[in-house]
């Protein structure tokens, strides 16, 4: 007997990039995105400098290039404040704040298939 294969959010014949898969990759993809994201939601707001300290193993540029990225992808709320030195704060947006369901089936798959063995 022959299965069918599973319809998938990826229509064959539409480059990846122009589908809603490709988008939400393009926006929360990458080494780091997904990790700003964990803490920006754990913390609700944070500093760079607090940003860069919880996530350890990423460069100042790096962390400013993500941070901007997602600012310019409206996921990231950058306030900053008028003085001296000059403070700046990041925080989710609504619209990252969305992102929640994902992270949380992300960790749970995690938990479920961590220890697994193959």
């Known amino acids: 007997?022959?299965?069918?294969?599973?319809?998938?959010?990826?229509?064959?014949?539409?480059?990846?990039?122009?589908?809603?898969?490709?988008?939400?990759l393009s926006v929360i993809g990458g080494k780091y995105k997904m990790v700003i994201l964990y803490w920006l939601l754990e913390n609700k707001v944070m500093r760079f400098n607090e940003l860069k300290r919880s996530i350890g193993s990423i460069s100042f540029k790096t962390l400013s290039v993500m941070l901007k990225e997602m600012e310019a992808d409206g996921i990231v709320v950058r306030k900053e404040y008028p003085q001296i030195p000059p403070k700046v704060e990041y925080s989710l947006s609504d619209r990252g704040r969305s992102l929640l369901p994902i992270l949380n089936m992300m960790c749970d798959w995690g938990e479920m298939n961590q220890n697994v063995d193959e």
Do not use: Q, R, S
């Open 1 to 24: 007997m022959h299965n069918e294969p599973e319809e998938t959010c990826v229509p064959k014949g539409i480059a990846l990039k122009d589908t809603g898969f490709g988008y939400t």
